[in-house]
Nanobody, 124 residues
Framework: QVQLVESGGGLVQAGGSLRLSCEVS????????MGWFRQAPGKEREFVAA????????RYADSVKGRFTTSIDNAKSTVYLQMISLKPEDTAVYYC?????????????????WGQGTQVTVSS
């Protein structure tokens, strides 16, 4: 089993920055992929970013490329999502997820474990 706990959400003005954290505990391996997803009210959950557990590979949704960066601190078993130049359309609940698939999958259904989510609100 893997447990995920997100933190770092909040209210920020457009153009501002936030850093989300996802603390990982339980049984993981170098094969795991960590993902970030978000879900706005009335919308489906959408892929944001993914990173291999070793940190060497990343993948981003087109909507966040150049603004969001995901990284991993293996010593702390923590995954980060640094968000800059935030826009009102980035407002959503952000979820951390984990899968034992080695590929950087963008499909939510491929992830086995999920955190509880953290709210990010960007005001205009």
């Amino acid at each position: 089993q893997v447990q995920l706990v997100e933190s770092g959400g909040g209210l920020v003005q457009a153009g501002g920055s936030l850093r989300l954290s996802c603390e990982v505990s339980g049984r993981t391996s170098s094969r795991y992929t960590m993902g970030w997803f978000r879900q706005a009210p009335g919308k489906e959950r959408e892929f944001v970013a993914a990173i291999g557990w070793s940190g060497g590979r990343t993948r981003y949704a087109d909507s966040v490329k150049g603004r969001f960066t995901t990284s991993i601190d293996n010593a702390k078993s923590t995954v980060y999502l640094q968000m800059i130049s935030l826009k009102p359309e980035d407002t959503a609940v952000y979820y951390c997820a984990a899968t034992d698939r080695a590929v950087l999958t963008t499909t939510a259904g491929n992830y086995n474990y999920w955190g509880q989510g953290t709210q990010v609100t960007v005001s205009s």
